[in-house]
Structure formats: structure tokens, C-alpha cells
């Protein structure tokens, strides 16, 4: 096992960092990292957006739920779905792009190059010891999430990233089991396993929280996502995704 893999495998969420900025330096490095991503037909379909400003991450954070690391950390990205510069690209050669950028399918090749940059970014600042947190919240208030920002035409704030030194140590959460996200040849369907798999998991999951929590908590992970999806949220994105010129076609 190398420097890189114990990186992965020790991988988890931070919600309290001390309020060190970060430099510059390291600020570029993370951005660099991100851009060396792979993206679809090197169409770069993203941006990153670096907020400083407390006042505005003290919004940003009221936005995205009240959640406390939105504002203190030492530095908080967004990370933008983006083809604005692919609309300008179009206009600089006199070709109309519109119909391309405006379909679902490139709505989701930006949504995927914004996330694979955004993995990259983690990976980057956890190798230089920080700590980071993805928020998915500022897509609650998207819509003024991206007047806050000034987002123009096609470009869409997709989730943003608490960044820092941690102020406290966190236990990795454990995840299924490799038989149940990884099938070979094709989807196994057999229901008997899928079942039993996600028993086994459950039980490990339940284990995790009692520990965790001191007795407190011990809720199953169907429980759990069972009760979240059973509430339908954030409805409003795909009229904003509309708003913005996306899913048109």
C-alpha cells in the first residue's frame, strides 16, 4: 500500500476546523490538482469559486442550512457546473453552440467534470494533512447561492467544499460491502444476496453510530436512507437548471 491509497482509505468527513487560512500557495495547489482531473473531450466544464469574504461565507453558510463549517474553515470552494466560457468559445469562431450546451447530456458531463475536479481537489488537501467537508446544502437556496456569486448564464453552483485544519479527529464511516457496488459481467439481481448484504451492513452501520454516539444512536443505514428519500427535496433545482439555459433538449 502506497502514500496515495492510505490517503483514500482514510478518508472522512471533518465539520470543525480551526479558523487558519489557508495560503495561497496552498490554495493553488488544491485548484491545480483539481484541474488535472480528467474531463470529457477536454471540455473543462467547470468552475471553481474561492470565498475569503466572512460576511459572505456567513451567508453562504445561513444558505446552505446554518451549517457552522460553510463559514468557519479555512477556506470554502464551490464548485460550479460551467458552460458559459463553452458559449463564449462559440461566439469567438462565429458557431452556434446553443442547442449543444443547452441539452441534458451536457448539463450532465459538466455536473460529472465538476465533481471528478472536486475529488481531485480532496485528494490534494488531504495529502497535505487538512481536512475537508462536501456541502450539498448550498443547493437549498440555489437560486440566491448564485446571485451571491454572480453566476451568469450556464453556470449552475452544484455543491461547494469546507477546506482547513481540522479541529478534531473523525473515525472513517464504514461503506458497503464491495459485493454489493461492485459486480462483474453484469448487475447481479439476485435479490436473496442483495438483501442479506444489506442486513450485514446494517448491522456494522448500527454498531458504528451506538459507538459513536455513546448509546445515543444506533440507526440502520436502510432506516436511515429510507427515511430520507422518503420526503422528495430540493424540487426547485430543475426549474433553475431551466432558468439558467439547461435541460432544454
Same mark, same amino acid.
Given at each position: 500500500?502506497? $502514500?496515495?491509497i ?13 479558523? %487558519?487560512p #489557508?495560503?495561497?500557495? *496552498?490554495?493553488?495547489?488544491?485548484? *491545480?490538482?483539481?484541474?488535472m482531473?480528467? &474531463? ?7 468552475t471553481?469559486?474561492?470565498? %475569503?469574504?466572512?460576511?459572505?461565507? &456567513?451567508? #453562504?453558510? $445561513?444558505l446552505?442550512?446554518? *451549517?457552522?463549517?460553510v ?24 458557431t452556434d ?8 447530456? =451536457?448539463? @450532465?458531463?459538466?455536473?460529472?467534470d ?11 488537501? +488531504?495529502?497535505?494533512? @487538512?481536512?475537508?467537508c ?26 461547494g ?7 478534531? !479527529?473523525?473515525?472513517? =464511516?464504514?461503506? #458497503? ?7 462483474? !459481467? /453484469?448487475?447481479?439481481?439476485?435479490? &436473496?444476496?442483495? =438483501?442479506?448484504? @444489506? ?10 453510530? +451506538? ?6 444512536? %444506533? ?9 430520507? #428519500?422518503? /420526503? ?10 431551466e !432558468?439558467?439555459?439547461?435541460? %432544454?433538449?
Open positions: 500500500m502506497n $502514500a496515495t492510505e490517503t483514500l482509505l482514510n478518508h472522512r468527513s471533518i465539520r470543525k476546523f480551526t479558523e %487558519k #489557508l495560503s495561497q500557495e *496552498q490554495i493553488e495547489t488544491i485548484v *491545480q490538482s483539481a484541474q482531473a480528467s &474531463t470529457s473531450s477536454f471540455i473543462q466544464a467547470y471553481i469559486i474561492g470565498v %475569503k469574504d466572512p460576511s459572505k461565507k &456567513t451567508k #453562504l453558510a $445561513a446552505a442550512g446554518n *451549517q457552522s463549517y463559514e468557519k474553515n479555512g477556506h470554502f470552494f464551490v464548485f460550479c457546473a460551467d458552460l458559459h466560457r463553452h458559449q463564449v468559445a462559440g461566439a469567438m469562431e462565429n453552440v446553443g442547442e449543444s450546451i443547452e441539452s441534458t447530456e =451536457k448539463f @450532465l458531463v459538466a455536473a460529472v465538476a465533481s471528478l475536479a472536486a475529488q481531485n481537489a480532496v485528494i490534494a488537501a +488531504e495529502s497535505m494533512g @487538512l481536512g475537508i462536501y456541502i450539498g446544502g448550498i443547493r437549498n437556496n440555489v437560486k440566491e447561492v448564485g446571485e451571491l456569486l454572480n453566476l451568469p448564464e450556464y453556470v449552475v453552483p452544484i455543491f467544499l469546507a477546506v482547513g485544519e481540522p479541529a478534531h !479527529e473523525s473515525s472513517p =464511516k464504514p461503506r #458497503l460491502p464491495l459485493s454489493h457496488v461492485y459486480h462483474e !459481467e /453484469e448487475y447481479n439481481r439476485d435479490e &436473496t444476496a442483495f =438483501k442479506k448484504d @444489506l442486513d450485514e451492513y446494517n448491522e456494522t452501520i448500527s454498531a458504528y453510530y +451506538e459507538k459513536r454516539t455513546s448509546g445515543k444512536r %444506533k440507526d440502520r443505514w436502510t432506516e436511515q436512507i429510507a427515511g430520507m #428519500l422518503a /420526503e422528495p427535496k430540493r424540487l426547485h433545482m430543475k426549474g433553475y437548471l !432558468e439558467k439555459g439547461f435541460l %432544454k433538449r
